[in-house]
């Protein structure tokens, strides 16, 4: 085993033994932050990515949504209703619009990429938002969900979602450690330090950057449609508005980016801050969000993961 | 068929004329020398060569194909590779990891960039360049700490990953201490040696010049003034005046015979 | 007169009017931009603070059965009551330890300033909507053919008109505004013909932070206030911005001005599109001019 799975590798699956465990111990509540952290870990897992390679994306709930929405949208207009082929739909609708919107936007780096990215997805909020037959700001109700064609609600969908959402994370979390060890992977570090050094050795920074962004949405996307299906709702203020692209830069740097595990642990940390923040501050809670994210940049800059980094000891 | 030739190859920004009507024949296994004051068009002429700058007007021809069109990655793939005044590298990365990265993009195409990056061939294969260019020693510290000749070699090193046919080297030794000038054109030299390749190398020190390049070619305002072997270019009236300036003595001149490695 | 007369006129002052409001806002993003290359995403709050000390001020001034018309001077006064004391804490109590720091890192590090002024303003304020229509009835309304608009919202575009013409006076005629200038455009050669680039810093911050509460301030009797308010506009301000050419007092006008306009176009004929267009605008110049329609070019690398 040792030799085909990474260390990395082999906490995930671990994790994954774990957390599919740990449902049988653990209060409803917990299971359903579990699903959400774990599901707006994988935009952050996505936004990582990018990170890695100098470019930050302020409109991740562009495809955060659009993932949702597709899930919405198909399981009120078709008869689809199980909850692995609309996740799979939902990646390759956020993946096909992050090819597109990829093409125009692998110009551009640093602000003007990430103002770009916000342009994008407030332009998307503006359709939905100004569109009654979406439900507009209320936006609609997503239930009748099954799977393996066995129809799940309350209870029992919350834990499918939960173990549904345990597995693509693990399995996609893996997915990206190996891109990540590719050398497409660590051509991210390479196009950040130097573009033109990496054109003159024969390789095209702009197709590069493609590849990742369309990674990115398509984890964004993957994480929107779980999200929806447990929340058994979307609208555009949850999933689109850029205070939900702002959240997931939050996590990202809370996380920081030395490994796959990272976006994980650093969302399931963020919500349940932002849980307990809520409950027992609700006057300032998010002067504790700003805070944390104010101590994190000044004095831990390469993120909560670093601390692990330092604890354990070096591969 | 010459290796490399340009035709009529110009460049203006704006009223600048950078490069005018530059013609010129490069044949396989020339060692050629390129001088010139600052700003008369070297850089210019290697970035259009190069595919980074696209000429005003002209061609410029490589076995024969006219590669005035194409980009840096495409040039490097046809066989023309160049290291940089200021060495281009990834400061953030070892020196062994700008190697792997160099060797890890050889091949063309998404397919072998998916296959992962630490396996032993481009390991050893790394290893071995390092020594090559003796810079084993500074292998794994962060590119950015490294002294400035470390980074040169390595620049080069990186040029040479995908055996081109042809490499363009701009000042390998500029910025480098005295001491260290022609210890690293002696490595990069060596390194080339034996592997048949043609070499242009820019460079202001005509010490250099003299002793490495069988062929010389001088810049100034955007043309080339003269070309030739380092004896009759170096004896050049426009050279002298505008190239070396009448009174700098050229140190070894006087050694009878004195002709490159 | 027909009814696409009036559509036409109606969209060119509803534009303008929308226009000189995001002007004011995001003109003060825009200088803080260009001089210190922050991209001050707590400039919302300033907006928020600056509405709703306003109110709270227009209040306490009717109460007190003060001239009717001296309320202006009161937006005034609010404007600069949260623009230099919170612009100076801001500066130098934050931002300074940041400076150098990437810039993206910077807009997080706003990003959380904001998310923390929010909670400031409701610990201060409630959550409560606050109202100060005193100063906007009173000014009353002007009739043009069958189209009502009111002297409020055209007196604004006096004001936005006023701000500019002030800035640009300000930048081209003071030795100041000179100075500015000179870091705008390369900060380091500023700083080695001896600009003292720190004081330089901290006047730009005050003076972007004033303009930002002004912005809220004459915003106030318009509105009801409430939280949240600092959240819509902080975006479209980035989008007015981005559209301009950060840095550029010239292009946040015309950047202003495409916005309004092309807004105020949606909301008479295509509502559907009203935030959309908005947004469409800023991806459609960021793809032709990613430095926005005034903004610097960057040179050659090697």
């Excluded at chain 1, 890695?52 to 209703?81: C, E, H, M, P, W």
């Excluded at chain 1, 939905?128 to 507009?136: A, M, Q, R, S, Y």
């Excluded at chain 1, 555009?236 to 980016?257: C, H, N, Q």
């Excluded at chain 3, 800035?167 to 050669?189: F, P, S, Y």
Aim: include cysteine.
């Amino acid at each position: 085993m040792r030799g085909i799975f990474s260390k990395t590798e082999i906490g995930l699956l671990l994790a994954l033994v774990v957390f599919l465990l740990s449902q049988f111990a653990l209060p409803d509540w917990a299971i359903f932050i579990g699903t959400i952290s774990l599901a707006r870990g994988l935009v952050v897992l996505g936004l990582m990515i990018l990170w890695r390679t100098g470019l930050i994306s302020f409109g991740q709930a562009l495809f955060f949504g659009t993932g949702g929405y597709t899930v919405g949208l198909l399981r009120i207009n078709t008869g689809l209703s199980d909850i692995i082929l609309l996740t799979v739909l939902a990646i390759l609708s956020s993946g096909l619009l992050a090819y597109l919107l990829g093409l125009l936007i692998s110009r551009y780096r640093e602000i003007f990429f990430a103002m770009l990215c916000l342009a994008f997805s407030m332009m998307l909020y503006g359709l939905l938002v100004n569109n009654e037959k979406l439900g507009g700001t209320d936006g609609f109700n997503v239930f009748g969900l099954t799977i393996f064609g066995i129809p799940v609600q309350g209870e029992t969908l919350q834990s499918v979602n939960f173990v549904w959402i345990c597995v693509l994370a693990c399995v996609l979390g893996i997915g990206v450690n190996r891109y990540l060890s590719s050398t497409m992977g660590n051509l991210s570090a390479a196009i950040r330090d130097n573009e033109i050094r990496v054109e003159y050795l024969g390789v095209s920074v702009k197709r590069t950057i493609n590849v990742k962004f369309v990674i990115a949405g398509a984890l964004a996307g993957a994480g929107g449609a779980v999200t929806t299906m447990a929340v058994g709702h979307v609208d555009p203020d949850a999933m689109v508005y850029w205070l939900v692209s702002g959240e997931f830069v939050f996590v990202t740097i809370l996380a920081g980016t030395g490994n796959v595990a990272a976006p994980f642990l650093g969302s399931i940390l963020f919500e349940l801050l932002r849980t307990y923040a809520f409950q027992y501050l609700p006057l300032v809670w998010q002067l504790t969000m700003g805070g944390v994210l104010l101590i994190t940049i000044l004095f831990l800059p390469n993120g909560l993961w670093s601390l692990v980094q330092r604890t354990a000891t070096k591969e | 068929m010459a290796l490399l030739n340009t035709h009529e190859l110009s460049k203006s920004f704006g009223s600048v004329v950078a490069a005018d009507r530059i013609t010129v024949s490069i044949e396989e296994k020339e060692v050629i020398g390129v001088i010139g004051a600052n700003g008369a068009g070297k850089t210019t002429f290697v970035n259009m060569v190069t595919g980074y700058l696209k000429p005003t007007s002209g061609r410029i021809f490589f076995q024969g194909q006219d590669i005035t069109p194409l980009s840096p990655r495409e040039i490097t793939h046809l066989g023309i590779c160049r290291s940089f005044q200021v060495p281009q590298v990834f400061m953030s990365l070892s020196a062994f990891d700008n190697l792997m990265i160099a060797l890890g993009v050889v091949q063309k195409g998404v397919i072998p960039l998916l296959r992962p990056l630490r396996r032993k061939e481009l390991i050893d294969a790394a290893g071995s360049i390092l020594d090559r260019y003796g810079i084993a020693e500074y292998r794994d510290r962060e590119t950015g700490l490294l002294p400035q000749g470390v980074r040169k070699l390595l620049d080069i090193a990186m040029a040479m990953v995908h055996n081109p046919k042809l490499v363009l080297l701009d000042e390998p030794t500029s910025g480098v201490s005295v001491s260290e000038k022609y210890g690293i054109m002696d490595v990069v030299m060596n390194a080339l040696k034996d592997l048949g390749i043609t070499v242009m190398f820019i460079e202001h020190d005509m010490d250099i010049v003299e002793r490495y390049s069988r062929r010389i070619l001088a810049f100034y305002d955007g043309s080339i003034v003269a070309d030739g072997t380092p004896d009759k270019v170096l004896e050049n009236e426009k050279v002298r005046e505008f190239v070396i300036g009448e009174e700098i003595h050229r140190k070894g001149r006087k050694k009878a015979g004195a002709k490159n490695a | 007169m027909p009814a696409f007369f009036s559509t036409i006129i109606a969209i060119v002052i509803d534009g303008l009017v929308f226009a000189s409001w995001i002007f004011i806002v995001a003109v003060g993003l825009s200088l803080i931009f260009g001089v210190m290359r922050i991209l001050n995403v707590a400039h919302g709050s300033l907006y928020a603070f600056g509405a709703y000390v306003a109110a709270s001020m227009v209040g306490w001034y009717f109460n007190a059965d003060l001239p009717a018309l001296g309320s202006l001077a009161v937006l005034l006064a609010s404007a600069f009551i949260v623009g230099i004391p919170m612009g100076f804490l801001m500066e130098r109590g934050l931002l300074r330890f940041m400076y150098g720091r990437d810039e993206v890192i910077m807009v997080l590090v706003t990003y959380a300033t904001f998310l923390m002024l929010e909670d400031a303003i409701m610990l201060i304020w409630g959550t409560d909507a606050y109202f100060a229509f005193e100063p906007y009835a009173m000014l009353g309304n002007t009739e043009i053919e069958n189209l009502v608009f009111s002297n409020y919202d055209l007196f604004l575009i006096g004001l936005a008109v006023g701000v500019a013409v002030l800035l640009w006076w300000g930048l081209n005629r003071t030795r100041i505004g000179k100075l500015l200038q000179a870091v705008i455009h390369d900060r380091e050669l500023a700083q080695a013909f001896g600009i003292n680039v720190t004081r330089v810093f901290t006047l730009t911050f005050i003076l972007g932070a004033i303009l930002g509460a002004l912005g809220g301030a004459f915003t106030a009797p318009q509105i009801s206030v409430t939280p949240g308010i600092g959240v819509e506009v902080i975006i479209l301000a980035f989008a007015v911005v981005a559209i301009g050419g950060m840095g550029s007092i010239p292009g946040a006008l015309v950047g202003a001005i495409l916005v309004g306009v092309f807004r105020a176009a949606a909301v008479h004929l295509f509502p559907q599109v009203e935030i959309f267009i908005i947004y469409a605008v800023m991806a459609f110049v960021l793809t032709f001019c990613p430095q926005g329609l005034f903004g610097q070019v960057v040179a050659r690398r090697i």
